[in-house]
């Protein structure tokens, strides 16, 4: 157990449907991120919070959505997906600033999107 | 945006031999380097980090990584690997968002692949 647990291990939804990924983390991080994993791409940073701030990257498309009601909980709230958004979503969690104490990453959801 | 490239997609090795997976990073100032590894259907685990100091730094499973600001690089080296070796090496680099927060950039990575 890495400290960061991703839920559902793994999803299948259609092009209409609502999901939520959910990420926990009990460290007593104070900042979480999602990263979108795909075959042969860079880990792309799709969202960040550290300390109640958000910051995203604006080329994420707004058929996700994060959300993060406190520090402990970070949920992707997905609808009306791509089956380019299949991938692997990984949540990680870190503590400090600057990178100093780099990230606990969760196991992931592998999302297949038909 | 500071950036890491990772020169080999995959690295082919025999079991017990020496193992160096490359990395380069782009930018002008301080950074705070990375190795995670990845193992089939798992997410990333950290491997070491180099903050400030030593430029040898040392991490888990015998690895070991180099800082060079002159070369701008952070090779990952390991001098007798195992075949639970077997998995995929990414290489990062820090970077600050908005007023408190930071995120790190990845790789492509660097699929290690060890055989008898």
């Known amino acids: 157990e890495t400290g960061v647990t991703q839920t559902p291990r793994h999803l299948v939804m259609g092009m209409t449907n609502k999901k939520s990924l959910k990420c926990e983390q009990h460290?007593?991080?104070?900042?979480m991120y999602w990263y979108k994993q795909s075959a042969k791409k860079p880990l792309e940073l799709m969202f960040v919070?550290?300390?109640?701030?958000?910051?995203e990257n604006n080329s994420v498309p707004s058929r996700f959505s994060p959300e993060c009601p406190n520090s402990s909980h970070l949920f992707l709230h997905l609808h009306t997906l791509q089956p380019e958004d299949s991938a692997l979503y990984l949540c990680?969690?870190?503590?400090?600033?600057?990178?100093?104490?780099?990230?606990?990453f969760g196991s992931g959801t592998r999302l297949t999107v038909v | 945006a500071q950036s890491v490239t990772q020169l080999d997609s995959q690295v082919p090795v025999f079991e017990e031999a020496p193992v160096e997976l490359r990395c380069n990073y782009s930018s002008s100032v301080s950074v705070y380097l990375f190795w995670y590894v990845q193992y089939p259907n798992q997410g990333l685990q950290l491997l070491l980090k180099?903050?400030?100091?030593?430029?040898l730094v040392k991490g888990i499973n015998g690895f070991e990584a180099e800082f060079n600001k002159s070369q701008t690089s952070f090779h990952l080296r390991k001098p007798s690997v195992h075949i639970s070796d077997t998995a995929e090496y990414f290489c990062?680099?820090?970077?600050?968002?908005?007023?408190?927060?930071?995120?790190?950039?990845f790789g492509k990575g660097t699929s290690l692949l060890v055989t008898p």
């Open positions: 990062a680099v820090s970077e600050s968002y908005g007023n408190s927060g930071y995120a790190l950039n």
């Open positions: 180099y903050l400030s100091g030593s430029t």
């Open positions: 460290l007593g991080h104070n900042a």
């Open positions: 919070y550290s300390l109640e701030e958000r910051v």
């Open positions: 990680a969690s870190s503590q400090g600033g600057a990178g100093s104490y780099g990230y606990t």
